[in-house]
Structure formats: C-alpha cells, structure tokens
C-alpha cells in the first residue's frame, strides 16, 4: 500500500538526509517516521502542516495523494548573494542612518 507515510520514506533520499535528519527537521519526535512505517500508520494533519512550512518545494498534492510529481518545479528560489555583496549592503544601511 502506498500511503503518505511511505512518500515521506521516497523523500528522504531525495532530500538527502536520514529519517532522524528529517524528523528533527519538522519537529516530530525522534523515530517518527520509521516507526510511522513499521504501524504502516496515517501521517496527520499537523505533521504535513510542518512538512509544508519546512520543505515548500514538496509537492503537497504528490505527498497525500501520490498523484502529480514529488516536487513543485516553479518554486521561486531564494537569491544566494555573496559575504561581499552582503557586506555592501549592510554598509550601505548603516551609512544611511
């Protein structure tokens, strides 16, 4: 049976990190999801609600329904600005002040 709990084992490797990573990284409690597997047990509200505020770019629709892909293609991606262009800025604010 394919169910939330066993798309949220198919991400783990595609987010590169172990369950305990990801557990900690949503805030459940340590082991949540392989003991979630093991009672082939329902993923509640509250934890795709984590699921969704952590980790945007999954695809909520894929992660409950399994339909669709894993992962929202046109999520815009934060600007990495570089130590000298963060520095500029930060120069430029305290300089107007």
Known sequence: MNNTI???IQLLPALKMSARQFDLS???G???TLRMQKNNASVGSNVIERIAKVYPQINLVWLITGQDKMFVKNL???EVRT???IQYYIDNKLNQH
């Open 6 to 8: 066993n798309r949220i």
């Open 76 to 78: 815009l991606k934060p």
């Open 30 to 32: 340590n082991s949540y």
């Open 26 to 28: 949503i805030g459940t």
């Open 83 to 85: 130590k000298a262009e």
